[in-house]
């Protein structure tokens, strides 16, 4: 069985190829652990792993709200996608709660 084109990160069952006859192996790193991986999974998938780059977050939006509760966000971009079962990418958004507290909230009847 052959790797090409099928390297998964993690515990991939779906990951597979066939082997032996009446046997599968594994194209995801748990095979190591295992001991099912793919004859060229060492040179296919751990020499080309290329794990996920990201750029720096962006500033925090504006409070949703301008008065009372509400929530900013901010993201980041990918710089490198994942590729051949390298790390994925981590979040790319975030949100926190905010208060809002334009001049005027406090006049509003």
Do not use: M
Request: proline fraction near 10%; include cysteine; charge should be positive.
């Amino acid at each position: 069985g052959s790797c090409r084109h099928r390297c998964c990160p993690g515990r991939n069952n779906a990951c597979w190829a066939p082997g032996t006859p009446r046997a599968l192996c594994y194209c995801d790193s748990y095979c190591q652990r295992t001991g099912d991986c793919c004859q060229d999974y060492h040179a296919t998938c751990l020499r080309a792993a290329v794990g996920c780059a990201v750029g720096p977050w962006g500033p925090w939006s504006g409070c949703s709200s301008p008065c009372g509760v509400g929530s900013r966000a901010r993201s980041r971009q990918v710089t490198v996608p994942p590729r051949h079962g390298g790390e994925p990418c981590p979040d790319l958004k975030q949100r926190r709660g905010c208060l809002g507290e334009h001049p005027t909230c406090g006049t509003a009847k």
